[in-house]
C-alpha cells in the first residue's frame, strides 16, 4: 500500500467516522425532543455496521482496487453510515418544529438506502468471498436473486411514506411526511422479492459451505471464520425475533462478519494486505467503543450536561482504550515487532524445548513468522533450504539476513516480505540465535554423515574379515580336518605314510597360523603398540629397503595419538609408500610428522622424488581408501601430483576423535 493510497484510506474513514460521531452529538438533543433512542429506533446496528464494514473495506480497496468483496464492504459501510447521518439530520429537523433545510427527503432516503446495505451482506458478500468471484457458473442464479431481491426490497422501501417504519416515538403526533399517499410495489412482488431473498441468503451459506468443503488446508483456515461468523450473525437475527431486548442483538449481529474478515485478512494473509490493516482494525475497535460509551453517557447524563460535557467525558474515558487496543491489533498483526525482549522470551523458549536439530530449525523459523507476522520464512544453508514456515508468495523472496557464526557465514534467512527499517533492527537481534541453531543443525548433519561414514567402514572391514575368513581360513581349516583323518586311517597299515601326513600337517598349521597372525596385524599392526607411530613407520620403511629409501621426520615432543589417529597415520603413510614403489617409480620418500599450530592437529607428509601416480583415471581403491580413512575422522587429505617433481601427500587429522 503506497502512502497516498492509504492517506486517502484514513481521509475516507474519518469522513465515515464524522457521520458517526455526528448522529452522536446530536443524540442528547433528541432525546430531549421525546425521539425514541438510537438502540430503540435501530440506528445503533447501522453505527456499527458503518464503522465495522466500512473502516476494513476501505483499506482493503486502497491497496486492492479490483477487490470486489472490499468495494462491498465499503458499499455496505457507507451506505448505512450515509442513512444514519440522514436519519439524525431528519428526525432532528423534524422533531425541532424549526425545520431543517430538506429534512424531510433526507428522513425519506435514510427510510430505504439501508436495505440494499443489509441484504448485500447475507447474499452476494457470502457468495463472493474471499475471490471476488461466484464459485462456479452454476452459482449465478443465487447472485440474480440477490440482485433481484434487493432491487424489489430498495424500490419497496422508497415507494413508502416515511411513517411506515413501526417504530414508535419517531416523529411528532400527526406527521404524514413526503410520499404519504404511496403503499409501496404491489403484493406479489414484495413476496417474489422475498422469496428471492430469502433464497439468495440460503444460496450464499451453503455456498460458503461449499467453498470449505472443496478447499485446501489454507483456503479452509480462511473461511472457517467468515463461516462461523455468517451462522453467528444468522442466529442472531433469529434471536433477535423472541426477546424484548432485540434492537441490541441486532445491532451487535453487524459485528462477527467483519471481525472474522479482518481475521481472515491479518492471521491467514487473505489477499496478502499491507500491514496498515493493524491501524485500521484498531481504528474501527475504538470507534464501536466510542459508539457505545457515547450512546450509555448520553442516554444517562446527556439532559443534565449537554452534549458538549458527554462527548468530552466519552474521549477522557476511550483514550486510555484506544492505547490498549492498538497495541493489542499491533500486536496482532505485527506480532511483537515493537517488544524485542518478549520476542528473545520466545525465542528462548523454542531453543530449549526443541530436541533433533532440524525440528529446531523448523521451530525457530515459525517462531520468527509468528513474531514478526509475515507469511514466509525460510532457513537456507548452502546450496539448499533447510527449514521453512508458511508458503511463498512468489517465486522471489524480499528480504534476505545472512546468519554469522562467530564470524562465519553459515546460512541464510529469507524473509516473505519486506520489512520496515525497525523490523530489521529486531531480526538484528534475532539472527544470532538463529545462527546458532543453524551451526548445531550443521554439526549435527556432519555428525550424522561422519556416523554413516564410519558404519560404512566398519561394515567394510567385516566383510573384509568375512572374505578372509570364508575364503582363506575356512576352506583351510576344512583341508586340515581331513588331513587329520587320513593320518588317522594310515596309523595301523601304513606308519611311514601317517609320519608324511603329520609333516604335511604340521607345515600347513604353522602356515594357518601365520595367517591368523597376518589378519589380526592387519586390524592393528604390533609395532604401534610396542614402537609408536615413528617407530612403526621406520621399521615399515625398512622393509622397502632396496627399493625405496625411506626416511622418517618427526619431533621428539610429538603429543599421545589417541589409537584411531595413529592407526589412520600408519595405514595412510603404507599406502603412500606403497605407491610411490608401484605407481612413482620413486628412489626416495620422506614422511614427516608433526603438530600443527593449530592446536590439536596432527599433520602427516609423504614427499617423493618419483613421476607421480598418473591421470586421475589411474587413481584407485588406495588413494580413496587414504581420502576415507582421514574423512572419518574428520580430517583433510591433500594430494599434489606434478609430473617429474614427485608426488606430495599432506593429511590433516584432529587429535580429538569424537
Known amino acids: 500500500m503506497t502512502d497516498r493510497s492509504a492517506r486517502r484510506a484514513a481521509v475516507a474513514a474519518g469522513a465515515l467516522l464524522v457521520l458517526v460521531l455526528g448522529t452522536l452529538v446530536v443524540e442528547p438533543r433528541l432525546r430531549q425532543l421525546g425521539v425514541t433512542g438510537i438502540v430503540e429506533r435501530f440506528d445503533a446496528f447501522r453505527a456499527v455496521a458503518a464503522l465495522s464494514f466500512g473502516v476494513p ?54 427510510n ?104 485446501d488446508d489454507e483456503v479452509r483456515r480462511r473461511l472457517q471464520w467468515v463461516l462461523a461468523a455468517a451462522l453467528l450473525t444468522v442466529g442472531l437475527l433469529g434471536v433477535a425475533l423472541f426477546v424484548p431486548w432485540g434492537p441490541v442483538i441486532v445491532a451487535l449481529a453487524a459485528v462477527p462478519l467483519p471481525v472474522a474478515v479482518s481475521v481472515a485478512v491479518v492471521a491467514h494473509r487473505l489477499w496478502d494486505l499491507d500491514l496498515l490493516l493493524s491501524r485500521a482494525l484498531a481504528f474501527g475497535a475504538v470507534s464501536v467503543a466510542l459508539l457505545a460509551t457515547y450512546a450509555l453517557v448520553a442516554a444517562t447524563l446527556g439532559n443534565a450536561i449537554g452534549s ?9 474515558a476511550v483514550h486510555p482504550l484506544y492505547l490498549r487496543v492498538s497495541a493489542a491489533a499491533n500486536r496482532l498483526v505485527y506480532g511483537d515487532r515493537d517488544d524485542p525482549a518478549r520476542a528473545l522470551r520466545r525465542l528462548g523458549v523454542r531453543l530449549s524445548d526443541a530436541g533433533a536439530p532440524g525440528d ?89 554423515r561422519s556416523h554413516g561414514r564410519l558404519l560404512a567402514a566398519r561394515q567394510e572391514e567385516r566383510d573384509r574379515l568375512l572374505y578372509e575368513l570364508h575364503d582363506g581360513l575356512g576352506p583351510t581349516l576344512a583341508a586340515l580336518a581331513l588331513q587329520v583323518d587320513r593320518g588317522r586311517r594310515l596309523v595301523d597299515t601304513d606308519p611311514e ?125 588406495g588413494l580413496a581408501s587414504m581420502r576415507r580413512r582421514s574423512e572419518e575422522l574428520d580430517g583433510t587429505f591433500e594430494l599434489l601430483d606434478q609430473a617429474g617433481a614427485g608426488t606430495h601427500l599432506v593429511v590433516r587429522l584432529p587429535l580429538a576423535v569424537r
Open 57 to 110: 473495506g476501505l483499506f482493503v480497496v486502497a491497496q486492492r482496487p479490483r477487490s470486489r468483496v472490499g468495494w462491498v464492504m465499503v458499499v455496505v459501510g457507507t451506505a448505512q453510515g450515509l442513512g444514519l447521518a440522514l436519519g439524525a439530520y431528519g428526525l432532528l429537523g423534524i422533531n425541532d418544529g424549526t425545520g431543517l433545510p430538506g429534512d424531510e427527503w433526507a428522513m425519506w432516503v435514510s
Open 112 to 215: 430505504w438506502v439501508w436495505i440494499p446495505a443489509y441484504l448485500l451482506v447475507p447474499t452476494i458478500f457470502l457468495l463472493i468471498f474471499p475471490d471476488g468471484r461466484l464459485p462456479s457458473r452454476r452459482w449465478w442464479p443465487a447472485s440474480a436473486a440477490a440482485y433481484a431481491g434487493i432491487g424489489v426490497n430498495t424500490l419497496d422501501w422508497m415507494l413508502r411514506p416515511v411513517t411506515y417504519e413501526q417504530v414508535p416515538g419517531l416523529f411528532p403526533k400527526g406527521y404524514a411526511g413526503v410520499l404519504a399517499g404511496l403503499t409501496g410495489v404491489p403484493d406479489v412482488l414484495r413476496t417474489a422479492g422475498t422469496v428471492c431473498t430469502v433464497g439468495a441468503v440460503l444460496a450464499a451459506v451453503g455456498s460458503l459451505v461449499g467453498r470449505y468443503r472443496s478447499a
Open 308 to 316: 458538549g460535557a458527554s462527548a468530552l467525558i466519552v474521549a477522557l
Open 360 to 448: 529446531l530449525l523448523e521451530r525457530m523459523a515459525a517462531e520468527v513468522g509468528r513474531v514478526l507476522r509475515i507469511h514466509y520464512v525460510a532457513v537456507e544453508e548452502p546450496g539448499a533450504v533447510v527449514a521453512s514456515w508458511g508458503r511463498p508468495s512468489g517465486a522471489d523472496t524480499s528480504e534476505s539476513v545472512p546468519l554469522l557464526y562467530q564470524g562465519e557465514r553459515v546460512g541464510t534467512l529469507l524473509l516473505g516480505e519486506r520489512l520496515r527499517p525497525k523490523d530489521r533492527a529486531l531480526l538484528a537481534q534475532l539472527a544470532p540465535h538463529v545462527a546458532v541453531a543453524v551451526r548445531a543443525h550443521r554439526l549435527g548433519a556432519d555428525l550424522e
Open 497 to 621: 605314510g601317517a609320519k608324511r601326513v603329520m609333516d604335511e600337517l604340521s607345515g600347513r598349521i604353522r602356515g594357518t597360523v601365520e595367517n591368523v597372525r597376518a589378519i589380526v596385524n592387519d586390524l592393528r599392526p604390533p609395532p604401534l603398540d610396542t614402537l609408536g607411530l615413528t617407530g612403526a613407520l621406520a621399521e615399515l620403511g625398512r622393509g622397502f629397503a632396496g627399493d625405496l629409501a625411506v626416511e622418517v621426520e618427526a619431533p621428539p615432543d610429538l603429543p599421545a595419538l589417541p589409537p584411531p589417529v595413529e592407526l589412520a597415520a600408519y595405514r595412510i603413510a603404507a599406502e603412500a609408500m606403497t605407491n610411490a614403489v608401484r605407481h612413482a617409480m620413486a628412489s626416495r620418500c620422506t614422511v614427516s610428522l608433526r603438530a600443527c599450530d593449530a592446536p590439536g592437529v596432527l599433520e602427516l607428509r609423504v614427499d617423493d622424488d618419483g613421476v607421480g601416480v598418473g591421470a586421475p583415471a589411474r587413481h584407485g581403491f
